[in-house]
């Protein structure tokens, strides 16, 4: 990504390959400017702007939303209908190819126009989505893409921390409507790798791979597959699909390594580089870049491991928003900086917090060997649309972010959000229930905790949320183990571990939101008093993380959080990433 300086205003260009663990050479990338307009009184397809792209009299910068500074427009109301458009012109020899336009993620009912020509349409603000397009382009000319999207104030949709009603209130922030990841366009032959899921298994030593084509072509047909590390060979096997999903175990030990295997950790994030070459009739069709982590998740007797030992998780909540962009990453760098900072705190991990983050800063994870769980982003009220709103997009997530090793952890549902009566009502128990299983029958290898923060039903961990500022006043609270996991008395104000009729089990216990400590700012808050001094802040900060440490039963933790956020300043960093407390001094007290 390239980021450029000028004396009127700072511009971003995001140019990198958006999908890094499932990577063609060529593509054609549809970032940049477009045609915009909004569309108010939803007449837009009554006077098919599809055709009349005069009627977009303004310009703005994909990937980001119209509310940015970055995106050219900086306007925060809410819009309901959005439309865009631009030009791109393709060549004859990709004109005989499948054309594939691809969409990272828009927000939220997307449909799509080439050339006049009605593509589709996807719902959901945070999976990606792709369209065959091949029908619509014509090499002879410039080929016109037209997008409408329609967003709601509704609370049935998936929105995470994007507010629902017109000012900013408590921790949610300006909504975001439209693209705000990257388009793209990759040129296919008829039969392609759709996608390959890899489920690592350290106790075997082997990978299990599941391909999945587009089709079974007509011609001869076989799937290479290069196992590498570090460029050294691993294996290199070829099979035979004779339909168009096969599945296969590789048994991956090797003498790259006097030990045979390379694991990943946080402290060595190693990993295997993979090419996926598919040969129709001997010819070479499809040729894909991947890479996988060698490790197991798994919990025994209270405690979560990781590679079969014990691991105790230190997290920040990470809400992954920026001054300029909000949701959009500005670039590579940017995601770096974030991470590298994290660990510099003495953190391992972090609690992606209702947002699925852009693909490209899970591929840093990998590399860097950050943990992070991700939580997907929450409904608001309960009711039929709801349930079937975010169980199809929570299914497009899972199975899209299963190969990323750095993902530990899912979590579905945050607080009772969504879920509101959960505590006794059994049908929202239910819902969580349901979830709970449908993602383990996507990926049965990972933790999936429901409910983050309190009134759990059934989860592999309980999270718990507490804001309690001082330290003496939570070890004493959650000293007493028992009368809390019993439901005897609520940890948190009201607030109860578990939802009736649900009854601990002996699973890993952790504070996943503690701390929110701000230093004084009337323009904004952060959880309990604000406090005036850098001494403070680490007194505070090292007491209340101690007595968590003290803890014996407890699991790990997660601070809140990163970074300010708009009107939450309780960020270890300003939102220009500019750190309050010197990054040292954190990592003293995780490191204690």
């Known amino acids: 990504m390239k980021e450029t300086m000028t004396k009127e205003k700072k511009t971003y260009q995001r140019t990198e390959y958006p999908r890094p663990q499932f990577e063609r050479k060529e593509w054609m990338n549809l970032n940049g400017t477009w045609k915009f307009g909004f569309d108010d009184k939803n007449i837009g397809e009554l006077e098919q702007w599809q055709h009349k792209p005069s009627a977009l009299t303004k310009e703005i910068q994909v990937p980001f939303t119209y509310e940015t500074k970055a995106s050219g427009i900086g306007e925060e109301a809410f819009h309901p209908n959005v439309w865009y458009h631009r030009t791109f012109q393709i060549t004859e020899e990709n004109a005989a190819k499948r054309a594939l336009l691809r969409f990272q993620a828009s927000d939220y009912h997307t449909k799509v126009w080439v050339n006049g020509v009605f593509i589709g349409a996807h719902t959901g603000g945070y999976a990606a989505f792709s369209f065959d397009i091949s029908h619509a382009v014509d090499a002879t000319k410039e080929n016109e893409l037209v997008v409408k999207v329609e967003d709601s104030q509704s609370c049935y949709q998936p929105r995470g921390k994007q507010r629902w009603i017109n000012e900013n209130f408590g921790c949610w922030y300006v909504q975001q409507t439209g693209i705000w990841q990257t388009v793209w366009l990759e040129f296919l032959p008829e039969t392609t790798i759709n996608h390959v899921k890899m489920t690592p298994n350290i106790d075997t030593n082997s ?24 460029g050294n060979l691993v294996k290199q096997f070829v099979i035979t699909p004779t339909r168009k999903d096969e599945q296969i175990d590789i048994e991956l030990t090797s003498p790259i390594h006097e030990w045979k295997i390379m694991h990943w950790t946080p402290e060595h994030p190693h990993l295997y580089d993979v090419t996926f070459q598919l040969y129709v009739d001997e010819a070479l069709e499809d040729e894909v870049h991947s890479y996988f982590g060698m490790r197991k998740i798994s919990i025994k007797e209270g405690k979560v491991l990781l590679n079969n030992q014990p691991i105790y998780q230190k997290l920040l909540l990470d809400q992954g928003y920026w001054p300029d962009t909000m949701l959009t990453p500005p670039s590579d760098e940017a995601m770096l900086e974030d991470i590298n900072k994290t660990l510099a705190m003495g953190y391992n991990g972090v609690r992606k917090h209702q947002k699925v983050e852009d693909a490209r800063f899970l591929y840093w994870c990998d590399r860097k060997g950050l943990l992070v769980w991700s939580e997907m982003a929450a409904t608001y009220e309960y009711s039929d649309k709801a349930v079937a709103n975010f169980t199809k997009e929570w299914q497009e997530v899972v199975t899209q972010y299963y190969n990323h090793p750095s993902i530990i952890t899912w979590v579905p549902f945050n607080e009772s959000w969504g879920v509101p009566k959960i505590f006794k009502d059994t049908k929202q128990q239910s819902f969580t229930e349901a979830i709970y299983y449908v993602t383990k029958s996507i990926d049965s290898n990972r933790p999936v905790i429901v409910n983050d923060g309190w009134e759990h039903t059934i989860s592999d961990i309980i999270a718990l949320h507490d804001y309690e500022e001082l330290g003496e006043n939570f070890y004493h609270r959650y000293q007493d183990k028992a009368a809390i996991l019993e439901n005897k008395k609520p940890h948190n104000h009201h607030k109860y571990a578990f939802a009736e009729g649900y009854h601990y089990q002996g699973q890993p216990i952790m504070i996943t939101e503690y701390g929110g400590i701000a230093f004084q700012d009337k323009r904004g808050w952060g959880y309990g008093n604000q406090v005036t001094t850098e001494a403070e802040f680490l007194e505070r900060f090292r007491n209340i993380t101690n007595a968590i440490k003290d803890l014996p039963y407890i699991s790990g933790y997660c601070y809140t959080q990163t970074t300010d ?28």
């Open 565 to 592: 956020v708009q009107q939450e300043i309780n960020g270890l960093l300003k939102e220009n990433r500019e750190p309050k407390i010197a990054l040292e001094k954190i990592k003293e007290i995780n490191d204690a």
């Open 207 to 230: 990978l299990h791979l599941a391909y999945d084509l587009n089709q079974l072509p007509t011609g001869a047909c076989r799937i290479e597959t290069t196992i590498r590390y570090e």
